[in-house]
């Protein structure tokens, strides 16, 4: 195919475009690139943020902040963080020269905004008085600036000029309510445009006996009349749930298509690529089964070589010769950087601090997991920990499983162990404070050892098992056990690969971990 550039090029999407944790999308085009971010709740840095040239391959280059707010919560320091909570449903929005990201915080009820005119650099970070649940921005072609947010009672509010809170007279009211006797989801999760004069609201709602359901209200005037209707509702490989949720995004081509997610067990919510065609105004989304599995886009750039979003190394040297963490791992809240150290491609830590359980652990350093299968391996020195550590590489969820090295008596051993509390994992926010629940266990007298973790998130499957082996073996110890992985409410995020290290009795002990390797199959 020809544009009026010259020659472009095709690619094939095949759906999911990614099969990992990366919910609430929405994306923008600027020039010939996509960018799109992501809800990352309580994982630090936050907010990701995605680069692609043709909506299929993306890659991880930047986050908005290293952290939204430093307290005690957000560092992990009060034994309870906040799971569920910190930064939720992001708009990227472009807009003379400059790139907006906006966002709310559950666990300090505030709503974020940061800027940057680079994409890779530095954001600025403002607050707009107010919490707006699920917001975006429209910038309107008479410089006025609108905010639409809410569940089931959809809000529009006009801003100030500089966006710090709603304008003095300005518009403010309810313009769409869902019904909620009908519905086990209200309206949320709101996406706003002006295309061709007409001004559009892309929501989320579940209406009851059906999966959840992509939906759009149009008005022709920013205080007219909206009015809409189901846009979307379908199944993607027989998961039983819908594909909603995201924004939608013009290509150079003059095409459209919706980014939506999908809710995939316990490997999280998970994106999808879907074409967008209009008729009478009002957007018509691809329905069939065969056309929403694999379709033809246009590549921008096709000879671009795309950062995977998964990696084998901890660090990568910038310009100035610095070690950095590479951006395919977060720490699972905010670190203290006095007490981990990266170096040779090694990650350190030291303990500071006294807690029960994997989901307790200051300093856990995390990455995606994806599917339909992949493993994860590293190697740990153990040789410094102190009596009632544990070390090793888990599955962080709410009810998390891991594999670690511990010490007990002096005596060096390996573990498997699981949540043992019953408390409710559908509840935002919940935090397990139990000690861990012993699965299994053996005497070793190794000081390094390297473990791995085998995931399977293929359709009713959702399970993790593990095995070890001597740094100078070839063979593995398979342990007879596998985890049944559950997607809750109290994390709301999928499944991450964990490398951690916590005291149970003292601190000032010591784990290194070094040879990671991510498998995916």
């Not at 890659?59 to 957000?74: A, C, G, R």
């Not at 009672?153 to 518009?171: A, N």
């Amino acid at each position: 195919m020809i544009n009026e550039g010259g020659i472009f090029f095709m690619k094939q999407a095949i759906n999911p475009i990614i099969y990992s944790d990366f919910p609430d999308p929405d994306v923008i085009c600027v020039n010939n690139a996509f960018y799109m971010v992501s809800t990352t709740m309580h994982f630090m840095p936050c907010c990701v943020i995605l680069k692609s040239y043709n909506l299929v391959d993306w890659e991880i280059i930047n986050y908005v902040n290293p952290f939204h707010d430093e307290n005690q919560s957000t560092k992990l320091q009060d034994n309870n963080g906040i799971y569920a909570k910190g930064m939720w449903a992001a708009c990227i929005r472009y807009h003379n020269g400059l790139f907006y990201i906006l966002f709310i915080a559950n666990d300090t009820g505030k709503t974020y905004l940061f800027t940057s005119d680079d994409i890779n650099g530095e954001w600025k970070k403002s607050e707009i008085q107010g919490f707006y649940h699920d917001a975006s921005l429209l910038f309107d072609d008479d410089k006025r600036v609108f905010i639409v947010y809410g569940n089931s009672e959809i809000h529009l509010t006009e801003l100030k000029s500089d966006l710090s809170g709603p304008k003095k007279d300005g518009i403010n009211k309810i313009i769409i309510r869902d019904e909620k006797n009908k519905v086990n989801l209200g309206y949320e999760g709101s996406h706003i445009y002006k295309i061709n004069g007409n001004y559009y609201i892309f929501l989320i709602h579940w209406p009851k006996n059906n999966f959840r359901t992509q939906a759009c209200f149009m008005a022709k005037e920013i205080d007219g009349q909206w009015s809409g209707k189901d846009v979307l509702c379908a199944d993607l490989d027989n998961w039983n749930n819908g594909l909603a949720q995201g924004g939608i995004v013009q290509t150079p081509n003059k095409k459209w298509y919706a980014i939506l997610f999908q809710d995939h067990g316990a490997i999280g919510r998970i994106p999808v690529l879907i074409p967008v065609n209009w008729q009478d105004d009002f957007p018509v989304f691809e329905s069939s089964q065969e056309k929403l599995k694999t379709f033809e886009v246009e590549d921008f750039n096709p000879s671009y070589k795309y950062e995977p979003l998964f990696t084998n190394d901890f660090t990568y040297l910038d310009k100035n010769g610095n070690e950095k963490l590479k951006l395919q791992w977060q720490f699972n809240h905010i670190p203290e950087t006095s007490f981990v150290k990266f170096q040779n491609n090694q990650f350190e830590i030291t303990t500071s601090s006294i807690c029960k359980n994997l989901c307790l652990a200051q300093n856990t350093l995390t990455q995606r997991t994806f599917g339909p299968k992949c493993s994860a391996q590293v190697q740990v020195d153990f040789s410094q920990i102190n009596d009632g550590d544990f070390t090793g590489i888990g599955v962080l969820q709410g009810d998390y499983a891991f594999i670690a090295a511990t010490k007990n008596n002096g005596k060096n051993q390996i573990v498997i162990a699981t949540r043992k509390s019953e408390q409710e994992l559908y509840k935002i926010g919940q935090v397990d404070k139990d000690e861990v629940q012993i699965i299994w266990q053996t005497q070793i007298q190794e000081n390094k050892i390297i473990f791995r973790e085998n995931f399977d998130f293929s359709l009713n499957a959702d399970f993790v098992g593990f095995e070890y082996k001597n740094i100078s073996s070839e063979n593995w110890n398979k342990i007879d056990f596998r985890k049944k992985l559950k997607f809750g409410l109290d994390h709301f995020t999928g499944a991450r690969i964990a490398l951690f290290y916590y005291s149970t009795k003292i601190t000032g002990g010591k784990s290194i971990f070094s040879n990671f390797k991510f498998i995916k199959e």
